[in-house]
């Protein structure tokens, strides 16, 4: 996963310096807000990246600390692992459309 996040998170600083070099040249008021809005979502996907990091940090942290035979620590476990699960294919979708 952190490998992943790194390759995402190089690819959405590629593309925002893409982008600045092309609004460099164009001073237009559409092309000016559709970049904006291109940078709103880089941005985005930047934040949600993170918030995946940090959930998958917290989920280790976890993993290390509890005892696996408490049924109580396997139920937040099964609830965590769905919640990432789901996060990562939100994630997937986000950063392949």
Do not use: P
Not at 11 to 37: M, P, Q
Not at 64 to 88: D, H, P, T, V
């Amino acid at each position: 996963m952190a490998t992943d996040a790194c390759i995402f998170k190089q690819e959405n600083s590629y593309l925002k310096t893409r982008l600045s070099k092309v609004v460099d040249g164009n001073t237009g008021k559409e092309f000016i807000d559709l970049a904006e809005h291109y940078q709103n979502q880089f941005v985005l996907k930047d934040e949600f990246i993170d918030d995946l990091k940090q959930d998958v940090n917290k989920l280790i942290q976890f993993l290390k600390k509890e005892e696996y035979g408490n049924s109580i620590s396997f139920r937040k476990l099964e609830a965590s692992q769905k919640r990432l699960r789901n996060e990562m294919e939100s994630l997937e979708k986000v950063l392949h459309c």
